[in-house]
């Protein structure tokens, strides 16, 4: 079975880091660029950074500086790292899985992780 499951999701203050994994199951990851996006309540779905299959990487203007992508293939999973968290950064966190970070349809989707940020 395919499948992708988000993990690290959580309550943190403002200022504060979380790490979210994106582990993948009956593929490897090695042959994917993989996407986050996340959904906050009332918004539509937005990207937030992608990681190529070479390991070049992207970030929304929203969270450069902030997030870090990065991708670790013998554990098959990708990591997204996040600092500086604020309250706008809460929504549900979703990984995707693509051939390619532009151009293609995501056809594998975990089913989210929340992020809350909040005093």
């Known amino acids: 079975q395919l499948q992708l499951v988000e993990s690290g999701g959580g309550l943190v203050q403002p200022g504060g880091s979380l790490r979210l994994s994106c582990a993948a199951s009956g593929f490897s990851l090695n042959y994917h660029a993989i996407g986050w996006f996340r959904q906050a309540p009332g918004k539509e779905r937005e990207g937030v950074s992608c990681?190529?299959?070479?390991?070049?990487?992207n970030y929304a203007d929203s969270v450069k500086g902030r997030f870090t992508i990065s991708r670790d293939n013998a554990k098959n999973t990708v990591y997204l790292q996040m600092n500086s968290l604020k309250p706008e950064d809460t929504a549900v966190y979703y990984c995707?899985?693509?051939?390619?970070?532009?151009?293609?349809?995501?056809?594998?989707w975990g089913q989210g992780t929340q992020v809350t940020v909040s005093s």
């Open positions: 990681i190529s299959r070479g390991g070049g990487t």
């Open positions: 995707a899985a693509a051939p390619a970070c532009l151009g293609y349809e995501y056809n594998y």
